[in-house]
């Protein structure tokens, strides 16, 4: 039974999660220690786009950070990156 690869399978992720993981990691200044989770989802909820990308950004130290882009992963741009993270907050942010 073959295990399938791709988008759904987190041991191999797709070449595009990894050119965005980059992203993230470059426009954030992330450390090694830092973990960074991109999936994209199926969105059942009315009035959402059928698929959405998650991005979880997950610090050693310090609180995780989320953002979720209402579109699929491979229609992703690294300026679509640029505005969610560096110009919104992370979902479940506190206001400073």
Known sequence: MPLGFGFG????PSPRLRELKEAVR???DLDEDTAVVIRQLACTEPGCPPLETVVAV???N???RRWTLHQPADDITKADLKTALLTTAPEGARPA
């Open 58 to 60: 997950l610090p050693m």
């Open 26 to 28: 470059a426009l954030l």
């Open 9 to 12: 399978n987190p041991a191999t």
């Open 62 to 64: 310090g609180p995780p």
